[in-house]
């Protein structure tokens, strides 16, 4: 079946700009977990979901970051006032269904962030 | 929390020979260990993983080891090929139930024809 899609591919920001990063992830996988990619470093665990709820949250780098899975499927990163800091890959994975439990976790192929 | 560290962060062999790359982490409650190849631009893709209770997995020319008493792992790779040329990175995970992932900081290798 189709793997783990992110919308947009590339996105650019001026700073101060509000940014909205979208995950599909595998159909029927209850986690969802969103990463930060920083250039030529591992990814970062930013939060994690299982079905709708947001059980960890304490990856998100401040108060401009903002993520939720209101129907747990379908998630959406959303960045305020966007810095410069903020530039990334942020990748989204998804994992584990109560018909084959798994740890494995399946990544998207990441949204670049640029914030000019 | 937990902390993964992993070296060399640069690596290159010859073709067909064998590459090492080596983890430690420091949470003694991980119980999952994956390790992901990344091509650049690409997504991470899982190309082998490992559980505590378990001291070695091998899949083809593939293999990881776990000393869980010195808290380190290792990804070997024999006969290298071109395309194994890629970032690889460890990670390590705590509970079932939250499985985030903590990430070492990569691996680069360049297989040399």
């Known amino acids: 079946g189709a793997g783990v899609s992110q919308s947009p591919r590339y996105k650019v920001a001026k700073r101060g700009q509000d940014v909205a990063l979208r995950c599909d992830p595998i159909?029927?996988?209850?986690?969802l977990f969103w990463y930060q990619q920083a250039l030529g470093q591992g990814p970062e665990f930013l939060t994690y979901?299982?079905?709708?709820?947001?059980?960890?949250k304490s990856g998100l780098p401040s108060d401009r970051f903002f993520a939720e899975r209101p129907e747990g499927s379908v998630s959406t990163l959303k960045i305020q006032r966007t810095q410069q800091e903020d530039s990334a890959v942020y990748l989204c994975a998804s994992s584990f269904t109560s018909e084959f439990p798994s740890n494995e976790q399946f990544f998207g192929p990441g949204t670049r962030l640029t914030v000019l | 929390g937990e902390n993964v560290e992993q070296h060399p962060s640069t690596l290159s062999v010859q073709e067909g020979d064998s590459a090492v790359i080596k983890c430690t982490y420091s949470d003694s409650a991980s119980n999952y260990f994956p390790w992901y190849k990344q091509e650049l631009g690409k997504r991470p893709q899982l190309i082998i993983d490992i559980r505590s209770n378990v001291g070695e997995k091998k899949d083809q020319r593939i293999a990881v080891t776990l000393n869980k008493t010195a808290k380190h792992f290792s990804l070997h790779i024999t006969e290298t090929q071109p395309e194994d040329s890629a970032v690889y990175f460890c990670?390590?995970?705590?509970?079932?139930?939250?499985?985030?992932?903590?990430f070492g900081t990569g691996t680069r290798l360049t297989i040399i024809p």
């Open positions: 979901f299982q079905n709708e709820a947001q059980l960890d």
């Open positions: 159909s029927g996988h209850v986690s």
């Open positions: 990670a390590a995970s705590i509970n079932f139930g939250n499985e985030k992932l903590t």
